[in-house]
């Protein structure tokens, strides 16, 4: 028996303003509200409500024998609570099928791992409890941001406590081993990695509605005789994607939900192959060898490492200058910076300040909301010194606050 594990990534980040340098001192909100507002109303139309209704009716269609998982940011639970509450309840619905796993991955959708593990636990929490909140599920399978991963990854996620974690099966690492098989990462005693298979993944994510492809146009009886060819040669295919896939990246008029629609059938139809979630795989599969990632890695880009958030001396300026500011935040003890400062950890305002060409440069212009990464850079900086200013005035207001205390007293 082969199992399928279809994953998908909901996400949408808080984009920041057009902040200029003369707005540093005087403007402390650091949201796009109209764009953010345009945004989740649009992807929510076109996408995360034709998508959730076609998954559900699925799931009662085939009897509950169609199964999927999702990981949802914190702050696109944020902005559906504010904006879309409609849509929220359709997670909440499909949740309630007993068909659905919720994976945990940290609130902001951030780089934290890398510059706080303090950080980044904090982070983790404050996810678990926004899933336990609404889908009354509490996560036992992680995801890091963009599927970043590497062994200190898996060993420290091991400690909180999580079975699984899910990455990246990266030709370089693999060698000639097959993704879809559950393996050991190096280092750990109890936790499995389950690999996106990204060949198959990305024949829907991106090539879908490709006319120059050589396999367009793509049907589900087509794709799932793919599937079937891995018989004998693999316990589970891990289909891993961003949910804009359905309507968002490939729009209704390709046929993608029709795609989608026919999809478990076609699966199905071959008696050896079924659907299990991330949980479900994790409990019916052994490992079949270690995988040893001492490097990061990611599902970003062709390199399949960090370099779209970590390429070019404006990340690496915008990133130190960012953490740095870690101590200074907490000490103080205000809940509306921290939540300012944390929000600009999203991973995606270092994503639009990625300078590649080709066509991973075309996916990042495609998703950023600046004209270029240089302006993406300007507007940040010029928020986080912002940032920084508010910073200094409550410490000098603490400060003198104090001090006017000890001279009372005295």
Known sequence: MTSICL??????????????FFDIGYKSNYEDDEKNKYIINKVSDKCYLPANKKILQLIKEHQGKFKVAYSLSGTLIEQLEEHRPDVLESFIELSNTGCVEFLAETYYHSLSFLYSKNEFERQVEMHQKKIEKYFNQTPAVFRNTELIYNNELAAYVEKLGYNGIICEGVDRLLGDRSPNFLYQPASTNRIKCMLKNYRLSDDIAFRFSDKGWSEYPLTADKFASWIHKTAGNGDVVNLFMDYETFGEHQWESTGIFHFLHHLPEEIMRHPDFNFKTPSEVLSNYNAKGEYDAHELTSWADSERDLSAWRSNSMQHNALSILYDLEFTILCLNDKKIL?????????????????????????????????????????????????????????????STTKTASLEMA
């Open 7 to 20: 994953y998908f990534q909901v996400h949408q980040p808080y984009r920041i303003p057009e902040y200029t």
């Open 339 to 399: 939540d300012q400062w944390a929000k600009l950890q999203t991973s995606d305002h270092f994503y639009y300040m990625c300078t590649k060409y080709w066509a991973d440069g075309d996916v990042h212009k495609y998703f950023s909301p600046y004209d270029s990464p240089y302006e993406a850079y300007i507007y940040f900086m010029n928020v986080v010194s912002d940032l920084q200013d508010q910073i200094d005035k409550r410490i000098e207001f603490e400060f």
